[in-house]
């Protein structure tokens, strides 16, 4: 395998960065299958960002580096400054001397030879490289397990991603402005192929995603992502359209025009046009409603919530999205 060169020849070969916040028993789960990785020629390194802190994960990082043997350098971090995985990562790969940066998340499982197929993937002279990532799912999905699906056809990915270090230099890392795990990896995708064009694939370069357990209700807050929306719109307009979506949400723009006339109208004392318009946005929800059902898991509990989710989500997210414009002064779709 062709050997990067470092500027400084005692610097690391590549180095892993994980973003990590609060969750030792994810991270414990990823740092094994790291230091299980074969075919490996280079000096490596992984680097665990702690975003937390907490005092378990730091406990974790340094009794497994303590392993030693011929195992790679295993280091332990604080994020600094802007709190969020954006920042966090910013850290971890500011802290390198490595030409090369893979970038996965603490709740992944890479394979035995992700490392490996990465930086084949980026001999041909791109200056990144989205890897594959795999979500099992048994049986019929939750919304949620559908959403954590959508990895799987990402093209560029924090949770499996290899990027030449001089690049990530030429267009300043990650945005720290993206505080949430949401969109800082498209941003970063799009500013690299603004300025260097050679962003591909690493296809053999695999992880696997298991979906994790969340509360009831959990897309209610997720739709605070949509904020962040805005803030990649502003930046990368044309790429926004072409890449992540080129309509507005007219279903929501319905409910929540739907609501505010009902309401308006039963403020005005006109019984008939609120029930009529409540009536339409009730229609509204429950098209939602069944779009997010079919094809997805029918137990009566996952049914019940996506019933009572699907009421509150259109104007959650319309709230979202007016912030988004008003705070980056953007309109989009």
């Given at each position: 395998?062709?050997?990067?060169?470092?500027?400084?020849?005692?610097?690391?070969?590549?180095?892993?960065?994980?973003?990590?916040?609060?969750?030792?028993?994810?991270?414990?789960?990823?740092?094994?299958?790291?230091?299980?990785?074969?075919?490996?020629?280079?000096?490596?390194?992984?680097?665990?960002?702690?975003?937390?802190?907490?005092?378990?994960?730091?406990?974790?990082?340094r009794t497994l580096a303590e392993?030693?043997?011929?195992?790679?350098?295993?280091?332990?971090?604080?994020?600094?400054?802007?709190?969020?995985?954006?920042?966090?990562?910013?850290?971890?790969?500011?802290?390198?001397?490595?030409?090369?940066?893979?970038?996965?998340?603490?709740?992944?499982?890479?394979?035995?030879?992700?490392?490996?197929?990465?930086?084949?993937?980026?001999?041909?002279?791109?200056?990144?490289?989205?890897?594959?990532?795999?979500?099992?799912?048994?049986?019929?999905?939750?919304?949620?397990?559908?959403?954590?699906?959508?990895?799987?056809?990402?093209?560029?990915?924090?949770?499996?991603?290899?990027?030449?270090?001089?690049?990530?230099?030429?267009?300043?890392?990650?945005?720290?402005?993206?505080?949430?795990?949401?969109?800082?990896?498209?941003?970063?995708?799009?500013?690299?192929?603004?300025?260097?064009?050679?962003?591909?694939?690493?296809?053999?370069?695999?992880?696997?995603?298991?979906?994790?357990?969340?509360?009831?209700?959990?897309?209610?807050?997720?739709?605070?992502?949509?904020?962040?929306?805005?803030?990649?719109?502003?930046?990368?307009?044309?790429?926004?359209?072409?890449?992540?979506?080129?309509?507005?949400?007219?279903?929501?723009?319905?409910?929540?025009?739907?609501?505010?006339?009902?309401?308006?109208?039963?403020?005005?004392?006109?019984?008939a046009w609120a029930g009529a318009?409540?009536?339409?946005?009730?229609?509204?929800?429950?098209?939602?409603?069944?779009?997010?059902?079919?094809?997805?898991?029918?137990?009566?509990?996952?049914?019940?919530?996506?019933?009572?989710?699907?009421?509150?989500?259109?104007?959650?997210?319309?709230?979202?999205?007016?912030?988004?414009?008003?705070?980056?002064?953007?309109?989009?779709?």
């Open positions: 395998m062709k050997r990067f060169a470092a500027a400084d020849p005692a610097a690391p070969q590549v180095a892993v960065v994980i973003a990590t916040c609060r969750r030792p028993g994810l991270l414990r789960r990823c740092l094994q299958a790291l230091l299980r990785q074969q075919g490996l020629v280079h000096d490596w390194e992984i680097v665990v960002v702690d975003d937390g802190p907490c005092a378990e994960t730091e406990t974790l990082v392993g030693g043997g011929t195992r790679p350098r295993l280091r332990y971090a604080r994020a600094e400054g802007t709190r969020g995985p954006a920042g966090a990562r910013n850290t971890g790969w500011r802290s390198t001397r490595a030409p090369v940066i893979a970038f996965t998340d603490d709740d992944t499982v890479p394979a035995p030879d992700w490392l490996a197929e990465g930086l084949r993937a980026l001999e041909g002279g791109l200056v990144a490289a989205g890897g594959r990532v795999v979500v099992p799912v048994d049986g019929a999905p939750t919304d949620h397990a559908r959403m954590t699906q959508g990895l799987e056809r990402a093209e560029f990915v924090t949770a499996n991603a290899f990027v030449r270090r001089n690049a990530l230099l030429g267009v300043g890392g990650f945005d720290a402005r993206f505080t949430r795990a949401w969109r800082e990896d498209s941003d970063l995708q799009f500013a690299l192929l603004e300025r260097y064009g050679g962003v591909g694939r690493a296809e053999r370069a695999v992880v696997v995603h298991p979906v994790r357990p969340v509360r009831w209700g959990i897309s209610m807050a997720q739709q605070a992502n949509v904020y962040f929306d805005a803030l990649l719109y502003a930046k990368h307009p044309a790429l926004f359209r072409s890449r992540i979506r080129r309509r507005p949400p007219w279903l929501y723009a319905l409910v929540v025009g739907a609501g505010l006339a009902a309401l308006g109208t039963a403020l005005a004392g006109q019984g318009f409540a009536a339409l946005a009730l229609a509204g929800c429950l098209v939602f409603a069944l779009r997010r059902l079919r094809g997805a898991s029918h137990a009566p509990g996952h049914v019940a919530e996506m019933l009572v989710t699907s009421l509150a989500i259109p104007f959650l997210a319309c709230y979202w999205r007016l912030r988004g414009a008003w705070r980056f002064r953007t309109l989009f779709p």
